[in-house]
């Protein structure tokens, strides 16, 4: 029996299957580590898929790519198992040049219709200039082949017709939980992640060969939940992440 995850409005039942779809190693965990968390302790089964490998996240030339690819697979997986996750799938597109193709889509609907998800969450499909990092031409393809894939090739039995081929029957996502996007009233979700806090940094602390460099990582990161959750009018003391919700039935 599913349980439920804490949030601005009240508790809300969690969903059996949710899929997480980002560009790089870590985007998951600094969007979301804490929600994925309280997810998993309510009961639901969730999945990653990482659109790259990050194998252009680090100014180290002395390593190739293919290892860092290597490494920063590594500490996902180590991150992913801190807040209980276990089935990540790779597409291995290359860091730096992801495009909102038909291909990303086909590959993006080929896991969504494996996963069979009720609630996909991705990354914002605008930019904002306050924070240049979540500007990543990355981001913005991978929410933007991700939007497309659950509406409407997921669902449609003639959309990549090679995905029917290999087994892979239509599905239909009912929510996508868009990180970080502003939207009016009411389309807003703000998942209290006080109790998960704690696993989320040491989600983060996994991807080393990225979070090494931040100095302060934990205080940082109280900060920008500390304000997600003010900003939601939540009680002092709480630490939230926000999401735009939108429903896809």
Same mark, same amino acid.
């Given at each position: ?7 601005? +409005? ?14 790089? *190693? ?5 969007? /979301?580590?804490? +929600?994925?968390?309280? $997810? ?23 390593? /190739?790519?293919?290892? !860092?690819?290597?490494?920063?697979? =590594?500490?996902? #997986?180590?991150? %992913? ?12 597109? &290359? ?28 990354? *914002?499909? =605008? ?9 990543? *031409?990355?981001?913005?393809? +991978? ?8 509406? &409407? ?7 990549? *017709?090679? $995905? $029917?081929?290999?087994?892979?029957? &239509?599905? /239909? ?13 009411? /389309? ?7 109790? +998960?806090?704690? #696993? #989320?940094?040491?989600? !983060?602390?996994?991807? =080393? ?19 997600? %959750?003010?900003? %939601? ?6 630490? %939230? ?9």
């Amino acid at each position: 029996m599913l349980g439920t995850i804490p949030t601005a +409005t009240g508790d809300r039942t969690a969903p059996e299957r949710v899929l997480v779809v980002v560009a790089h *190693p870590d985007d998951v965990d600094f969007g /979301t580590a804490g +929600t994925m968390a309280a $997810l998993v302790s309510a009961g639901s089964n969730v999945s990653y898929c990482l659109v790259t490998s990050g194998d252009a996240g680090d100014d180290d030339l002395t390593r /190739t790519s293919e290892d !860092l690819a290597a490494l920063r697979q =590594s500490e996902q #997986k180590a991150a %992913a198992l801190a807040v209980g996750v276990e089935d990540l799938h790779w597409l291995n597109y &290359p860091d730096g040049r992801v495009e909102n193709s038909l291909a990303l889509r086909r590959d993006i609907s080929r896991v969504i219709r494996l996963v069979r998800p009720n609630v996909v969450v991705t990354q *914002p499909t =605008s930019a904002n200039w306050d924070r240049i990092y979540g500007a990543h *031409p990355d981001h913005l393809a +991978t929410a933007w082949a991700t939007m497309a894939a659950v509406y &409407p090739d997921a669902r449609n039995p003639r959309s990549h *017709p090679e $995905l $029917l081929a290999e087994g892979h029957e &239509p599905h /239909t996502v009912s929510e996508v939980w868009m990180m970080w996007m502003a939207a009016a009233e009411g /389309t807003m979700m703000h998942v209290d992640i006080t109790a +998960t806090f704690d #696993k #989320k940094v040491e989600a !983060l602390r996994c991807h =080393s060969s990225q979070t090494d460099r931040i100095e302060n990582l934990e205080e940082l990161l109280l900060e920008w939940a500390s304000g997600v %959750a003010a900003n %939601a009018s939540m009680e002092p003391g709480c630490l %939230a992440e926000g999401f735009r919700v939108i429903n896809t039935e």
